[in-house]
């Protein structure tokens, strides 16, 4: 008999459905259909996979709300930022489809013949999402890949598969051909670890912690398989005393507290230049007490409950012994509520160093310029960041001195489908999205034609 696993609604602590675990053999199956489904699929023209991706994203935007509802469910995401998810997915689709017909190899002088590369697809690739962000880290996997000419197989994580269940069903309905974008339910250790160890997955995707990602790539060298890693961080908003403090105060919860703080970019630490420290931490309050905390069927709410009773007592773990500064307010009753919580910390703290994944920031004063750099850099992680400053010098300063993949001044962006995301030391490997991203997809391939008579 399968052996299935129970969906809990976070927001209700409800059992919502069961939810089948496939085995290796089941994940083997899926894999062999893949490899016959990719032969067609990387020999079409580009134009039919791009009007197939095309397709693929009409059906998606005619579901937006459907799949909104379902991440509300599954994942206690508020309504309003589920819906931007879905229509994510599709701009995603919408945004590779442009790809097929763009991957030009390159022509290179020879002497006796002509020398050209080809961009090959891998084959199958296989996507590894995490819980906190089910439909778009999916889709930055997906559309690409399959963009490029691979069939996708992917795997949700355990805790939040209903809407990848739903996309893979709606590529069906789009007419994307059986088998070559399957979505396989089931845990870590066996769907995902098949993915590392499967001789016909020729590339994996790892979106998840860096102690998994860590294993992960250990598995992908053996196979000597590319890996693509999306890890942790402990991003920092670093507020200069010549910034627009209103302004970075009042940004400052969204940053650190959408999702209930399950993201890898939320800058949970904010560093605050020591002159204006306290006045930031007087228009903070307001702010993060200003900050919705309840139903994510609302319309009117910022946050949802954590996605677990076991995550919430992880994140409750950090809060032991710290220095709490004020909290902001949160439903009681079922669900896995947890308020927004301020922490004001020294530098060697577990709070300041460690990802929270939940809503807790730690608030920390530097001297200068330099130190303020140094102090964002003493991480192991490197993903995002912000720089408030209204001086245009240090912002470029700043922002080439801080080691991390997505830095943004004056404002909290991390994500934007067309720009290339990714973190550096212990946050990732590679980069997803952007202009590039279907390429890394490809091998190259050299090929010289002599000319000679
Ligand atoms: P993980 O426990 O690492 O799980 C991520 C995914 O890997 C899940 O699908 C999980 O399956 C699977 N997995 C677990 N063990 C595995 C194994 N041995 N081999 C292959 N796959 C395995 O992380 P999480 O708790 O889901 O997510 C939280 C972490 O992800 C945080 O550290 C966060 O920063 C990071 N994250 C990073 C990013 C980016 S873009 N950098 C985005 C989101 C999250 P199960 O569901 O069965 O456990």
């Known amino acids: 008999m399968t052996s299935t696993f129970t969906l809990i ?8 459905r069961e939810i089948a675990r496939a085995d290796v053999a089941q994940t083997d199956a899926a894999i062999a259909r893949a490899v016959i489904a990719q032969r067609a699929w990387g020999s079409l023209a580009p134009v039919a996979r791009a009007d197939a991706l095309r397709a693929f994203a009409r059906v998606v935007e005619a579901h937006v709300e459907e799949l909104a509802q379902l991440e509300v469910r599954n994942s206690g995401h508020p309504i309003g930022s589920a819906r931007w998810e879905a229509s994510h997915v599709a701009q995603v689709l919408n945004f590779y489809a442009g790809a097929p017909e763009r991957l030009s190899g390159q022509q290179i002088p020879v002497a006796g013949g002509l020398d050209v590369t080809f961009h090959e697809p891998y084959g199958v690739v296989g996507i590894i999402v995490p819980w906190n962000f089910p439909m778009t880290i999916a889709s930055w996997g997906f559309a690409p890949a399959l963009a490029a000419g691979n069939a996708v197989v992917l795997k949700p994580a355990e805790l939040t598969p209903l809407t990848a269940i739903r996309l893979g069903e709606l590529a069906l309905d789009a007419g994307l051909p059986e088998g070559l974008f399957t979505v396989i339910t089931g845990s870590g250790s066996v769907v995902g670890q098949r993915f590392v160890s499967h001789p016909d997955v020729r590339k994996v995707v790892f979106t998840g912690s860096t102690s998994v990602g860590t294993d992960v790539a250990a598995g992908c060298a053996r196979e000597l398989k590319p890996v693509t890693l999306e890890l942790g961080g402990k991003s920092a908003n670093i507020v200069f005393a010549d910034a627009d403090l209103e302004k970075a105060a009042a940004a400052a919860p969204g940053a650190v507290f959408d999702n209930a703080g399950q993201d890898c970019c939320a800058r949970s630490r904010i560093l605050v230049e020591r002159s204006v420290y306290d006045r930031f931490l007087e228009l903070l309050e307001p702010a993060v007490q200003a900050w919705r905390v309840g ?92 720089i408030w400053t209204e001086n245009l010098g240090r912002a470029v300063r700043v922002s080439r001195g801080v080691k991390s993949g997505v830095l943004s001044v004056n404002s909290h962006s991390s994500v934007r489908y067309w720009t290339p995301f990714g973190g550096m030391k212990a946050s990732g490997l590679g980069r997803e999205l952007g202009p590039d991203a279907a390429e890394h997809f490809t091998e190259t391939k050299n090929v010289f034609f002599a000319t000679d008579a």
């Open 9 to 16: 609604n976070p927001a209700t602590a409800q059992p919502i």
């Open 295 to 386: 139903d994510p069927a609302d319309e009117g709410t910022d946050m949802g409950p954590l996605i677990s009773a076991s995550h919430r007592s992880t994140v409750a773990g950090f809060l032991d012994g710290a220095n709490v500064a004020f909290r902001g307010a949160a439903p009681e009753g079922d669900g896995f509520w947890f308020a927004p919580t301020v922490v004001l910390a020294d530098r060697a703290d577990r709070i300041a160093r460690e990802e929270v994944f939940g809503p807790v920031v730690a608030v920390l004063p530097f001297d200068d310029e330099a130190d303020a750099i140094g102090l964002a850099n003493d991480t192991a992680y490197g993903l995002a960041g912000s």
